[in-house]
């Protein structure tokens, strides 16, 4: 830098009186100039990851204005708040509860089977007397045999069934999976049962009861291991005039 542009001092230097307190000559005294130059402080040196910082500060500051055709449009990102003028309260919506699903008794206790019907009648009077509500089912198979299983009970599970069989000192039965039944009545009363009952015992047929829930009675007729046996049940329903629906009892 040029030293004309540095600020100079002026100091006046002044020689000290005689002791008598008057100049030794009437001589102007000399004034005696210094220039004094003060040296300015270089800048330090800052180091090159310092001013890359300061650089990104400096710019993080600085407002932007965008053109009017680029300013943001408010979007709402999900998970980001709304503004408080579009915020609403929604009221917690009441679930449905759904009704509860109708238990399965898919399993029965299979006490004895035979071949003459008046043989099916003593067995089942036999396993009243024992304190069991024993039905039967006329079962035919492929050959042309047709036979007749006097069943009891009506369980969730095979365990259960079991204990009953052990209950009853049943050695000889056998607890089967019988799940499909001709459903040929639905009741909200003990009246209607009854005379499902009635009509169904007239014609030969040995229906039994299923209490679903607080009177609600289900009048079925048969348990059978397949399908095919239920539906050939069906159709001899039908062919007396009693409509039926198969269910997955």
Known sequence: MDARNQPVIVKKKIPP???????????????????????????????????????????????????????????????????????????????????????????SIMLSSCRLPQSARKIVADYQKAGLAPYVVKVEFENGDVWLRVLAGQYPTRDEALKVKQVHHLSDAIVRKTPYANLVGSFTGEDGVKDALIRLQGLGYSPYVLKRAENRYQVLVGAFITREGAEKQKAELQAKGIPSKIIDR
């Open 17 to 107: 009186l005689p002791a008598s307190g008057v100049q030794a000559s009437d001589a102007p005294q000399p004034l005696v100039i210094s220039k004094q130059v003060i040296a300015r402080k270089a800048p330090e040196s800052v180091e090159p990851d310092k001013m890359a910082a300061n650089s990104v500060i400096e710019k993080a500051e600085a407002p932007v204005l965008e053109p009017a055709d680029r300013l943001p449009q408010n979007k709402i990102t999900p998970g980001s708040a709304l503004p408080q003028a579009a915020s609403k309260t929604v009221e917690p919506r009441a679930e449905s509860i759904p009704a509860k699903p109708q238990s399965h008794l898919p399993y």
